[in-house]
């Protein structure tokens, strides 16, 4: 029995990074998102490569209330898997559930999204799953699948993180006993599992995360854990444990390969579908110790890679001396003509330092401290006079001022 596993697809995300194509009249960056999710369609689609259930794991959509564009989209995508079942003798199962942004949090509000299209299509080989619930899969029940879903805390009336990782534990627990003559038991869920790190952060334990231990694995062949968007294998058996990641970069916080996961359960071993998607390309530029300046170093990294730029998502990561400010952006903007989209300069400004006048203390009068700046702005005599007059008249008016606000 084979698996396909995929989540955070994240309908609606990353919008600013994009731009409307005049022919569809859809972002630039949903339409990736939408081919991304039917190149995962097309390959449960594909008999070859014999799946028999397609697990849609969380995190549709980027908003608890996508657009109408959104939901008719992946709608459209999910009703080719069940389409394509009419063709099968054995249809395959789908299942879908929720992730964080997925989740309403009104009491009375369905769990999963404004899923209601999904909800609406009547078709028993779909499962909308909104608790942690198993499926014993095969002729014989000789597969258990355990499906977590993501639960905030407060709609459990849960006091803390750990008192929701119990929660988790008795429901594996249970369906564990129930599946207990499987022969292969699975886990797939959207939650932190331990050991899993961010793209750009290390420490998992600095942000507030309901993290599952591995202990509490120790029963199952595999788990797959949506929720991260980095590609990690957690533990190579017994258990299994990965972390299928996403199937688009969405930001340049998480550039790297991305794509789905296939397991097999005869083998009990995965591989990971790798998806084509719009790259994005950070241009990383440091003019803080060349006698050059900044804009002719970001000039000339840009022409040496306009091939590689063409038809990506660009931006620029720059640390620059003051003395390079402004930059030339026109010349910069020239060269990017033909990128899907510019995301613009992250500058970071290393300041050129300032003697300071031992003169200029808080002690020192109004009088002193005019004469020191005149000083080291090397003034001449006329003009120093001058600067003095203007700056002890300004002293004066300031002093009045502030009496009247008394």
Known sequence: MKFAIISDIHYGEGEELGKINPETRLNTRLEDIHKAFNTYVDYVTNEENGIDIAVIAGDIYKSRKPSSTQKRLFTRALLRILKANKK???????????????????????????????????DENLTVVDDPTHFLLGEQDEVLLVTIPYLYRQKLNLGNNEQVVQYYKQAIDRSLAVGAR?????????????????????????????????????????????????????????????????????????????????????????????????????????????????????????????????GSIVKIFATIKEEDLPLRTAEIKVLLQDVQFYAGIEKTIIRKERARSKEVTKFASPNAILIAVAKAKKLSAEDAEEYLQLGMEIVAKTVVELGNEK
Not at 88 to 115: C, M, W, Y
Not at 244 to 264: A, M, R, S
Request: hydrophobic share 40%; proline share 4%; glycine share 4%.
């Open 88 to 122: 099968r003798e054995i249809p395959r199962k789908v299942i879908v559930f929720p992730g964080n942004h997925d989740l309403q949090l009104a009491e009375d509000a369905h769990t999963i999204s404004d899923l209601s299209e999904v909800i609406s299509i009547y």
């Open 182 to 310: 499987a022969k292969v038991k699975i886990l797939i869920g959207h939650q932190t599992a331990e050991g899993a790190s961010l793209l750009e952060y290390k420490d998992i334990n600095s942000f507030n995360e309901i993290v599952i231990p591995k202990e509490m694995l120790g029963q199952l062949d595999a788990a797959f854990f949506g929720h991260i968007h980095k590609y990690q294998v957690l533990n190579e058996a017994n258990p299994l444990i990965v972390n299928q990641g996403n199937p688009v970069t969405l930001t340049f916080g998480e550039v790297e390969e991305k794509g789905f996961v296939v397991y097999d359960t005869e083998s009990k071993r995965h591989k990971r579908v790798l998806i084509a998607s719009t790259p994005f390309v950070k241009i990383k530029i440091d003019s803080s110790q060349s006698a050059v300046d900044a804009t002719t170093l970001i000039v000339k990294e840009l022409t040496s890679r306009l091939s590689e730029l063409t």
